[in-house]
């Protein structure tokens, strides 16, 4: 991309290079590059690992000599220095011709080759090279007969290796020679590969030696620079001299021919023909000159998309092939589509031999290394994804100054780039308001840059959709976005950002601007580009109206005979008149001439006040269409009914955008059952929850924003909740000050089911939820404050209530917003708050799944039963709280208050407590008959029945056990009293209509219901798996939560089990280890049926013997549950159930009467459990815990 270009340069090409052979010095091999070429064709040939063969095999002498590496050296370059631009000539000589001469005679290929390269100076800013490389006939003697020695040498080198046997390494392979027969030398095989070897023969070939031509520019144009030098060529290869002398043209590109000026084309002479280059104005993205079209026909789109992603992460990139033109086009076009990023770190395009060793640096980088051409992959067939459109019809727009390839090129160039910096734009759209300004001073900045925090990430995230945050997360953190948001900090105003900077904050307001319903700008579906015809309009009304035309070549001041045409052969040209340019020349210390820049200045005018009319008259249109629009209107110098009648149009817009939005989010939320019961189309589904929520938060900023008196920070929300609290602080300093500020009393406090005496309902706080924002540390703006606090009220669904208490202080809302403001009209004003409400239908985690690396407070209750209150209970109890995102480990809670409080990262959605004792004490027995657990933040609170006892000798022995919750469903009694709705609750299942099961007892359930308890399981298995992702439950409510798979199955085993004696329980885990012994006996593994019983069989015990060795203290019931559970999860439950139904040991613990007995109901059940084989079924680690399998 060309960015960081010398600003100093104005003219088109700062030096003209000649590199190839220097006949003085002779042939001096380049043994270092060729010893990097030999490991590089060792690695890519044997692999990464690959031995590297002897030292001496990767000398240059292995190679037939003209397949060898010699040196190339600068000949020419002219001018000697331009102070702007310092000659690099190690580094040009290097690029110029990376892999050093090359010698071929009339037998081999010698078309000219064009390459472009890239310098890169101390300070980031770059210069280009453009590099044409042909073959030039070797007329020196000497080096015709050096040549030829060299063959000779190494023909005698190869015929030695070929009667030579190879000898002995070490004692093996001595005695290996030694005990086989000697080889026979055969005499026609090695001279065959003499004859292959040998070919040249200074008597009968002609030698030809690479020679290189360059020009080295401030600005990458590869396409003009590539028409110059092929014309300079064809003069060379041409039997007719050219019309002038090539010193002509060389000086006339080097001191005559200026840059472009940004907006305008230019016209110049080649030697044959016309060469025309356009630059973009400031207002279109940055000039790039290479086809990004090649890229995509190389590599197509999926490892283009890849290669893409890879960049933007910041990995390290190696790109490899046999073509130079091709690494530099790929290199350039990758970095182009970044816009409005920049590459930061190491970046050679061309990476030359000698300095292979940069392939190790243990940083980023982007570098291309030429390939031997023994693995070319150039021939790839172009994906379907990508489309090549043929030109319907051959017509040529008469007016076209430039090729027409160039200009498809170009349009090419700019669809792509639009497209991609269109994502960009789209993504980023908001990113300035979660910047963090810097309160010290610059240079203080620049000191402790590496301890700021430059960009709210946390806040940021919390708006993007969720398939983006994988991505997002990653990219925030490299330093190609740091950068980007340091020069967004360091600029104060338009004229001090950089190009690429003022570009992109166009684009933003500009859709921001135009984008009325904003819920686009953060939707994960493709966004259309709206820019590209707009684009291309410009392109090509610049390449059919030249804007300047350059001096045309003319005779110089050269002396008799210089400059004389000799075909084939580059002149040695005269330095004298290449060294310095004109003396008179009055823009060469300008930037532009100044009638260019008046041009300019009346062009740029021109377009702004055409723009501003179109714009300003669209702007007017939507806003009558629609009435709605982003920014409210200037209301000076209009009358008082006008203002009354605008303002009217606006608030009635805010609140008609208000009712949709909520409506939609509702629709959205209630997901397909929305759609069923017709309040949506499905069309309008399938919107990230998150885009929605940024989307409310973007319309209650612009609702506070409205009507202001003046403005404090970037959120309009939170500095009204700010000056809230500290009015309410004012008002408890004074001594009539009533309670707490912002605090509802008991008589509104928040209450849960069954869960009154066992824990205190949380206090609903405005303040107090602003406190615990503010006590995010990961949370940096204002902006994100905002957001936040919106997204702990919805879920806490206290959204409508915070605002209003908000809204009830009338002073304080006089005192911020004036007589017209949306929130000083009541009935408005009403009527949105009762759109708020509406939220309250459904549940929202919006805080919970968006936060999740912040600390929060948890209060765990443990309830022992009331009938055996536990006072007795002597063990020390524990519990292990686990949730969507992590787990707590174990935690002590106190022997006589049964409750504790802690503080951890966020759980997220809380789904299995794990609890347990020592079993210390002189009566360690408890009888537990739930555990609650609140998040002291969002108020959620989980109910985790129990209602049964941990103890050696009482129940099924278990010191441990695990509970499955759900979320209990809160309610305030002022809630109860305005609204008769019944809560939401879930269908009540069939079981819950034929019994109501206590925890103690154990009912009696016929074969019908049992069938029907395990359908209904099953089925809710399937319907969990059948939803999107984002309306699924929980999977262990389903699995081992009331009336769920495990439940299920325990009726089926507990049907027609045999009375036990008295004072013995007997339990199914008891019935599945006596099944067990008798599989694992040894009269039972002589009868077996067939292979896959056996298979089963051996699956199961081992199950059994896992689940019975695990040092946890699960009990029976506890076992039998990790078995169901395990079943499950690797689809082998039906062939259990068979296995145990043709077990004897059924026919002694069941009675006839069992459904395990009758064959028709097993096979019934076996059918039901083989639907859930299409299922992946993923187990939380609280239910395994313990069991390696």
């Not at 031509?213 to 028409?227: N, S």
């Not at 970095?335 to 970046?347: E, I, R, S």
């Amino acid at each position: 991309m060309t960015t960081g270009f010398s600003s100093t340069s104005c003219r088109f090409a700062d030096y003209f290079v000649i590199c190839g052979l220097d006949t003085d010095s002779g042939l001096e091999p380049d043994e270092l590059s060729a010893l990097c070429q030999y490991i590089e064709a060792t690695k890519f040939r044997d692999g990464a690992r690959g031995k590297l063969a002897k030292a001496d095999e990767g000398e240059n002498f292995e190679q037939s000599p003209l397949r060898r590496t010699f040196k190339s050296k600068v000949l020419a370059h002219y001018p000697d220095n331009v102070e702007w631009n310092p000659f690099d000539q190690d580094a040009v000589g290097m690029l110029c011709m990376p892999k050093g001469l090359a010698f071929r005679t009339q037998v081999d290929s010698r078309e000219p080759q064009f390459h472009s390269f890239i310098i890169t100076r101390e300070d980031g800013s770059r210069t280009y090279g453009f590099a044409l490389t042909f073959f030039e006939e070797v007329t020196s003697k000497q080096i015709c007969s050096a040549m030829q020695t060299l063959y000779h040498m190494h023909n005698a080198e190869q015929y030695d290796i070929l009667h030579t046997p190879t000898s002995p390494k070490g004692p093996e392979d001595l005695h290996r020679y030694h005990s086989q027969p000697r080889p026979v030398l055969h005499a026609a095989p090695s001279i065959s590969r003499l004859q292959r070897f040998n070919s040249y023969d200074i008597s009968r070939d002609t030698l030809y030696v690479s020679k290189c031509i360059c020009l080295i520019t401030p600005m990458a144009f590869p396409q003009a620079c590539r028409k110059v030098l092929q014309q300079l060529h064809q003069a060379v290869a041409c039997p007719q001299p050219p019309p002038l002398p090539l010193e002509s043209y060389i000086y006339n590109i080097l001191y005559e021919v200026p840059l472009p000026p940004s907006g305008r084309s230019l016209k110049f002479s080649g030697v044959y023909g016309p060469v025309v280059c356009q630059r973009p104005s400031t207002f279109e993205l940055p000039l790039f000159d290479f086809a990004i079209s090649e890229m995509f026909n190389l590599l197509g789109v999926e490892n283009v998309l890849q290669l893409f992603t890879c960049a933007l992460l910041e990995m390290q990139i190696l790109l490899y092939s046999q073509h130079y033109q091709r690494l530099m086009s790929v290199a350039e076009s990758i970095t182009a589509l970044m816009f409005p990023f920049q590459w930061q770190h190491v970046y050679v395009p061309i990476l030359p031999a000698s300095l292979l060793h940069f392939l190790d640096a243990p940083v980023p980088y982007l570098m291309g290394l030429h390939s031997n051409g023994q693995d070319d992959r150039t021939k790839l067939e172009l994906p379907q994804e990508l489309e090549v459109k043929e030109d319907p019809s051959s017509y040529k727009d008469p007016r076209l100054q430039c090729d027409e390839e160039e200009l498809k090129m170009h349009n090419s160039n700019i669809h792509i780039r639009e497209v991609f910096a269109n994502r960009f734009t789209q993504m980023f759209a908001d990113y300035e308001v979660f910047v963090i300004q810097p309160s010290q001073d610059k240079e203080s900045w620049f000191t402790n840059r590496d301890q700021m925090q430059n960009f709210d990430k946390a806040s940021f995230l919390s708006d993007q959709p969720e398939p983006y945050l994988p991505f997002l997360s990653r990219f925030l953190e490299t330093q190609m976005f740091a950068s980007f948001i340091d020069s967004k900090i360091l600029c104060h105003d338009d004229e001090d950002k950089e190009h690429t900077l003022r570009v992109f904050d166009a684009r933003v307001d500009k859709i921001r601007m135009l984008n009325v319903r904003t819920p686009t700008l953060r939707t994960s579906m493709y966004q259309r580009c709206t820019n590209i015809e707009e684009s291309e309009k410009a392109i090509e009304m610049r390449v059919t109206k030249i804007d300047h035309t350059a001096l045309h070549p003319h005779l110089l001041d050269m002396k008799i005979g210089q400059g004389r045409h000799e075909q084939g052969f580059f002149p040695r040209l005269q330095s004298d008149v290449l060294s310095t340019g004109p003396t008179s020349n009055k823009w060469a210390k300008r930037s532009a001439p100044a009638q260019w820049r008046r041009r300019d200045r009346q062009k740029q005018h021109a377009e702004h006040l055409y723009l501003d009319n179109d714009q300003r008259e669209k702007y007017i249109q939507e806003a009558r269409n629609l009435g709605t629009t982003i920014r409210q209107p200037k209301l000076s110098n209009l009358s008082p009914s006008v203002i009354a009648q605008t303002n009217w149009k606006f608030v009635e817009g805010l609140l008609k955008e208000c009712r949709n939005k909520t409506k939609r989010m509702l629709v959205e939320k209630m997901g397909r059952e929305a759609v069923e019961l017709g309040h949506g189309e499905v069309s309008i589904t399938g919107v990230e929850e998150n885009t929605l929520i940024a989307s409310l938060c973007d319309l209650l900023e612009r609702i506070w924003s409205h009507g202001l008196q003046v403005k404090q920070g970037k959120s309009a929300l939170w500095s009204h909740l700010l000056h809230y609290l500290e009015s309410k602080e004012k008002k408890t300093a004074t001594p009539g000050g009533l309670g707490p500020p912002g605090c509802i009393h008991d008589t509104e406090r928040r209450k849960s089911d069954g869960g009154g005496s066992a824990m205190p309902p949380l206090k609903v706080s405005l303040i107090q939820d602003m406190r615990h924002i503010q006590n995010i540390g990961e949370i940096k703006t204002d902006v994100g404050k905002a957001r936040a606090w919106v997204r702990l009220s919805m879920e806490k669904k206290l959204l409508s209530r915070h605002l209003k208490q908000l809204l009830s202080d009338h002073e304080l809302t006089k005192k911020l917003y004036k007589r017209y403001a949306f929130l000083r009209c009541d009935d408005e004003k009403e009527q949105f708050l009762y759109h708020l409400l509406s939220f309250n239908a459904v549940d929202y985690f919006c805080f919970t799944n968006v936060f999740t690396t912040i600390m929060i407070p948890y209060h765990v209750v443990a309830v022992p039963s009331k009938k055996l209150g536990g006072s007795m209970f002597t063990a020390n109890p524990w519990v292990c709280v686990s949730g969507e995102l992590a787990e707590t480990g174990v935690l002590q809670v106190p022997r006589n208050m049964l409750e504790i409080t802690f503080e951890c990262q966020n759980l997220g959605k809380l789904t299995t407590v794990q609890m347990g004792h020592d079993n210390t004490g002189l009566y360690a027995k408890w009888l537990v008959e739930c555990v609650m657990v609140r998040n002291e933040i969002t108020g959620h609170t989980y109910k985790f029945p129990c209602g049964r006892w941990l103890g050696k000798g009482v129940d099924d022995g278990s010191l441990e056990r695990i509970l499955v919750g759900e979320l209990m469903t809160p309610t305030t009694e002022n809630d109860e009293r305005m609204c008769r709705t019944p809560p939401m609750q879930q269908s009540p299942g069939m079981m819950r209509r034929f019994v109501t099961i206590s925890p103690n007892s154990k009912p009696k359930l016929n074969t019908g219901q049992i069938q029907e308890g395990v359908g209904e399981a099953i089925n809710g298995i399937v319907k969990h798996f059948h939803k999107p992702e984002k309306e699924r439950g929980s999977l262990t409510l389903l699995l081992c939560g009331e009336f769920g798979l495990v439940w299920a199955l325990e009726q089926v085993f507990q049907h027609g089990f045999k009375s036990p004696r008295l004072f013995k329980n007997v339990f199914i885990w008891d019935f599945l280890e006596k099944s067990q012994m008798y599989f694992e006996s040894a009269e039972q593994r002589e009868a077996a049926p067939d292979e896959n019983w056996q298979t089963r069989v051996r699956t199961f015990c081992r199950f059994m013997r896992a689940i019975n060795s695990t040092s946890r203290n699960i009990g029976k019931d506890g076992k039998f549950q990790m078995l169901v559970c395990l079943g499950a999860r690797d689809h082998l439950l039906h062939y259990w159930i068979a296995l145990l139904a043709d077990c004897p040991i059924t026919g002694q613990m069941y009675e006839d009467t069992a459904l395990l007995k009758d064959r028709s109901l097993v096979n019934s059940l076996i059918r039901v459990l083989q639907t859930l084989q299409d299922f992946n079924i993923t187990l939380e680690a609280s239910l395994v815990k313990g069991v390696g399998i």
